[in-house]
T-cell receptor, first 112, second 116 residues
Framework: QKEVEQDPGPLSVPEGAIVSLNCTYSNSAFQYFMWYRQYSRKGPELLMYTYSSGNKEDGRFTAQVDISSKYISLFIRDSQPSDSATYLCAMSKGTNAGKSTFGDGTTLTVKP | GAVVSQHPSRVICKSGTSVKIECRSLDFQATTMFWYRQFPKQSLMLMATSNEGSKATYEQGVEKDKFLINHASLTLSTLTVTSAHPEDSSFYIC????????????FGSGTQLSVL
């Protein structure tokens, strides 16, 4: 069983919809949680970075972490066609983000 | 955010040849860089940690003699795939930690390697 599970999708939504992306994990040592956006054949781009449980909002993006349930979410409000990409969750035990464990990614398509 | 430049973006080579991929941090110094491999529709798999001025640390199962890493300066790390074979064909991505940005990780744009 993988340490980080992420539904690969694909997920297709109409423009303007609220998107919910999720990951579950099994290692209780994870304390830092990240969401990356990756366009096809490009490197990942950091979207959100959170520590421990709680919510964090940045523009149209909201990250939620529930350590007790080992469950993290990324919400995208007012989704746009430019949000179409693969979204990777990642988590680490310490501040060394380079050693993060990544999910397999969820492919999202936002249709105009 | 910080910028990490990776070159080339795509390379096609013959089996048995060596290929060098460069990773540069453009606006910050990176004492530590990371190299990953990603297969289609799969996650990033960490190959090695590149440390400036010292030997790289390889993950279990990664052949250090095949994937040579050099981190000669605070802004440049290189990955050389030696004696490439078709099974080495993959998407290779580097990243670097910007310590001035709360240890956040920034990625290069990736290199698609195709070995014929």
């Amino acid at each position: 069983q993988k340490e980080v599970e992420q539904d690969p999708g694909p997920l297709s939504v109409p423009e303007g919809a609220i998107v919910s992306l999720n990951c579950t994990y099994s290692n209780s040592a994870f304390q830092y949680f990240m969401w990356y956006r990756q366009y096809s054949r490009k490197g990942p781009e950091l979207l959100m970075y959170t520590y421990s449980s709680g919510n964090k909002e940045d523009g149209r993006f909201t990250a939620q972490v529930d350590i007790s349930s080992k469950y993290i979410s990324l919400f995208i409000r007012d989704s746009q066609p430019s949000d179409s990409a693969t979204y990777l969750c990642a988590m680490s035990k310490g501040t060394n983000a380079g050693k993060s464990t990544f999910g397999d990614g969820t492919t999202l398509t936002v249709k105009p | 955010g910080a910028v990490v430049s990776q070159h080339p973006s795509r390379v096609i080579c013959k089996s048995g040849t060596s290929v060098k991929i460069e990773c540069r941090s453009l606006d910050f110094q990176a004492t530590t860089m990371f190299w990953y491999r990603q297969f289609p529709k799969q996650s990033l798999m960490l190959m090695a940690t590149s440390n400036e001025g010292s030997k790289a640390t390889y993950e279990q199962g990664v052949e250090k003699d095949k994937f040579l890493i050099n981190h000669a300066s605070l802004t440049l790390s290189t990955l050389t795939v030696t004696s490439a074979h078709p099974e080495d064909s993959s998407f290779y991505i580097c990243s670097a930690i910007d310590r001035a940005a709360n240890e956040k990780l920034f990625f290069g744009s990736g290199t698609q390697l195709s070995v014929l």
